[in-house]
């Protein structure tokens, strides 16, 4: 127990600085993929058909396809194939990798959320925005946008917290977020060696994250009811 | 209206699809595609001599992972470590900065092809499958690898012949493997030494194969293991260096060793992280 508690500030010291790194992560992941769902959205629902073939296969491929070995190729392609390592190897170009590969793969769900959001809105209310003299843009941002947020809601929230989760398959990129730094410790990592309990202690950081973001999300929820 | 958000729609796909592609608009990434784009050609100019382009960046990234006595962060988060020291020490002859980074040690032969990395030195069991795809140095450590039993069960498994009954659990692609193939016994691969113990651990395996300099410091009095023990030597085997294949770094690391272990100072570092006694006369 003694061993216990003298290892415990220095684990959290570790542990802490790896979660700001899934923080980082998660954070950047959302605020590239909504815009960059939206449009992969409007792309597939393009009545230019070109456009919403190219959009239906970068879905496809993207869906199709595991996140790990998306992350794999992004980093070491580049150097492996145009033998030109544009990421470098420090940890910046770890995670930008990181970055751009989860914000493509979170885009592309998004944006079929978005898509059955937008559907979702009845066909009538174009038409009737259509009559009034509205233009498609003003029929969106004033009619279609605010129902589609709404219903969207429940789904995002969903993705939300699978990211918070997801963000640790950086690791394979050797991306040093929560669960390495806790693993780092059954090697040996800051004088501590052999030790398996930080990797499972991961896991409340990740709980307290997540409820802290299911509380959120459902206040947002909850202004957006009075919407029906 | 419909047809411009069709084409702001139509050019934002194809940045991304650029992105896919490893590229970018950024300007950012542009200079570094231009860096590394001039970093090639000056490879090439030189007919890809290692040596010129690590110079030519100035400086050695070594790629290692938390792995004491070896390399491991010390209180203020600097890389130290018998091969860390040694490796900082090698760049200062070249005349480059080292800088240590931490790689996912099931990719290190792409780290070091797509050269995220120059060389993988961090007490690497000079095993044939690393022979064939590194550029390897001289060996420079010794180390065995040895069964890891628990505590209670020991006693039953003195010499190898005994443990041919065992479910072992092993790292996936490491020398531990490879013993327990020879061994023939019933083994699963997982992802690292440290998963391993944890399979001993919990009952999941029987027993576990990992590296002797390992064993010593994450096995018994003080560690998560303390019910468990190393018990049956099953072979000698060596550490060392790898560069890319075809690297002439590999040469100059060679004399360096040598350098190093007759004037002495080699030894001296061994001496501070306690591995001396493995250590090999170059």
Known sequence: ?228 | MKKAIALAAAALMAVSLTACGGGSSSTAQTEAQTQAAAEETQAAASEGSDLDYVKGKGKLVVGVTDFEPMDYKDDSGNWIGFDADLAAAFAKSLGVDVEFVEINWDNKIMELDGKTIDCVWNGMTLTDEVKSSMSTTNAYCNNSQIVILPKDKADQYKDKDSLKDLKFAVESGSAGEEQAKELGAEYTPVESQANALMEVSSGTSDAAIIDSLMAAAMVGEGTSYENLTYTVKLNDEEYGVGFRKGSDLTEKLNQFFADSYKDGSMKKLADTYKVSAALIEQ
């Open chain 1, 1 to 228: 127990m003694d061993k216990f508690l003298e290892q415990l500030p220095i684990v959290f010291g570790a542990l802490n600085i790896g979660f700001l790194q899934t923080l980082k992560l998660f954070f950047v992941t959302l605020i590239g993929a909504f815009p960059l769902g939206l449009v992969i959205a409007f792309g597939s629902m393009s009545r230019f058909k070109p456009i919403s073939y190219i959009a239906k296969v970068i879905v496809w491929i993207i869906r199709g396809t595991p996140l790990m070995i998306q992350l794999l190729i992004l980093y070491y392609f580049p150097g492996l194939v145009f033998h030109q390592a544009i990421w470098g190897g420090g940890e910046n170009g770890r995670f930008t990798a990181a970055a751009i590969s989860f914000i493509i793969n979170y885009s592309c769900y998004f944006s079929e959320i978005y898509r059955g959001g937008i559907q979702s809105v009845p066909k009538g209310q174009e038409e009737a925005g259509l009559v009034l003299g509205m233009t498609r843009s003003q029929i969106f941002r004033h009619v279609t946008l605010l129902q589609m947020i709404k219903n969207i809601l429940p789904p995002i929230s969903n993705e939300i917290l699978t990211l918070v989760k997801d963000t640790s398959l950086a690791r394979i990129i050797a991306l040093q977020e929560i669960i390495w730094a806790g693993q780092s410790f059954m090697k040996g990592s800051h004088g501590i060696s052999g030790a398996i309990w930080p990797l499972f202690f991961t896991a409340l950081y990740y709980l307290i994250w997540n409820g802290i973001m299911t509380v959120l999300l459902g206040k947002l929820e909850k202004k957006l009811e009075y919407f029906r």
